[in-house]
């Protein structure tokens, strides 16, 4: 009887160890796993050679963004905002991060109305941004400028008209002055981004061909980065 016991415990004893093992490898694995997909999603990141530009990493989950194959010959800018749900705080970056996660888009940088640029998506990574449209002088990027573009996306508010789809007239003109339109520092920090831009990619010419407004590839369906924007200030 005690020899059988003995036995008994013996099993039970080199079940435990399997068992210990077993979750050991899962949870080692596990753990690799989760921190290649935070690689991967952060790619290789390329720094803009200005020192003088902070940029601060908030990268999107790896499925919000895919391997670029193609070179870069564009950038893309855009406007958005929280106003839909948060008319009186439409800015938050945090909220502007969680609308691109869930929504399945991204854009590559995200300038704030204070002029500071977060990077959403590493430049090696393809973001998606641009959607379905075309350009006349590039007939072959239908539909898949994605491929070979930057977005950048400036937290703004464009005119009644152009937000009327988004919020009432009334919701508008609630709205603060300073609310509406685009600031100097972002403007300061746009023109700085894309100087560094076109200095580490050749493959991006300065013009407006090749530096272009959503409204510009999309006009039956999108309005920004909209009339309020000033694209002399680029120097283009």
Same mark, same amino acid.
């Given at each position: 009887?005690?020899?059988?016991?003995?036995?008994?415990?013996?099993?039970?004893?080199?079940?435990?160890?399997?068992?210990?093992?077993?979750?050991?490898?899962?949870?080692?694995?596990?753990?690799?796993?989760?921190?290649?997909?935070i690689e991967?999603?952060?790619?290789?990141?390329?720094?803009?050679?200005?020192?003088?530009?902070?940029?601060?990493?908030? *990268?999107?989950?790896?499925?919000?963004?895919?391997? #670029? /194959?193609?070179?870069?010959?564009?950038?893309?800018?855009?406007?958005?905002?929280?106003?839909?749900?948060?008319?009186?705080?439409?800015y938050e970056?945090?909220?502007?991060?969680t609308i691109?996660?869930? *929504?399945?888009?991204?854009?590559?940088? /995200?300038?704030?109305?204070?002029?500071?640029?977060?990077?959403?998506?590493?430049?090696?990574? /393809?973001?998606?941004?641009?959607?379905?449209?075309?350009?006349?002088?590039?007939?072959?990027?239908?539909?898949?400028?994605?491929?070979?573009?930057?977005?950048?996306?400036?937290?703004?508010?464009?005119?009644?008209?152009?937000?009327?789809?988004?919020?009432?007239?009334?919701?508008?003109?609630?709205?603060?002055?300073?609310?509406?339109?685009?600031?100097?520092?972002?403007?300061?920090?746009?023109?700085?981004?894309?100087?560094?831009?076109?200095?580490?990619?050749?493959?991006?010419?300065?013009?407006?061909?090749?530096?272009?407004?959503?409204?510009? *590839?999309?006009?039956?369906?999108?309005?920004?980065?909209?009339?309020?924007?000033?694209?002399? #200030?680029?120097?283009?």
């Open positions: 009887m005690r020899f059988l016991s003995f036995q008994r415990f013996l099993q039970v004893f080199l079940a435990l160890i399997v068992i210990i093992t077993i979750y050991f490898v899962i949870h080692t694995f596990m753990a690799q796993e989760m921190n290649s997909t991967q999603a952060k790619g290789t990141p390329i720094k803009i050679r200005d020192e003088a530009i902070e940029i601060k990493d908030m *990268y999107l989950p790896y499925h919000n963004s895919e391997e #670029r /194959v193609n070179p870069i010959t564009h950038v893309m800018i855009h406007f958005s905002s929280n106003v839909t749900e948060k008319p009186q705080s439409p970056i945090e909220d502007i991060y691109l996660a869930e *929504y399945g888009l991204s854009a590559h940088f /995200v300038i704030d109305r204070d002029g500071t640029i977060y990077r959403f998506v590493s430049e090696n990574r /393809v973001a998606y941004h641009a959607g379905k449209g075309s350009l006349a002088k590039f007939p072959s990027y239908e539909n898949n400028l994605n491929d070979y573009s930057i977005g950048i996306e400036l937290l703004a508010i464009g005119t009644k008209k152009e937000m009327q789809s988004f919020i009432s007239e009334e919701v508008y003109d609630s709205l603060p002055e300073s609310y509406i339109g685009y600031t100097d520092d972002q403007y300061k920090s746009l023109r700085k981004l894309l100087n560094s831009i076109h200095d580490f990619y050749p493959t991006i010419p300065r013009n407006r061909d090749h530096v272009i407004g959503h409204d510009e *590839y999309a006009p039956d369906r999108k309005n920004d980065p909209g009339a309020l924007f000033d694209w002399s #200030r680029l120097g283009y």
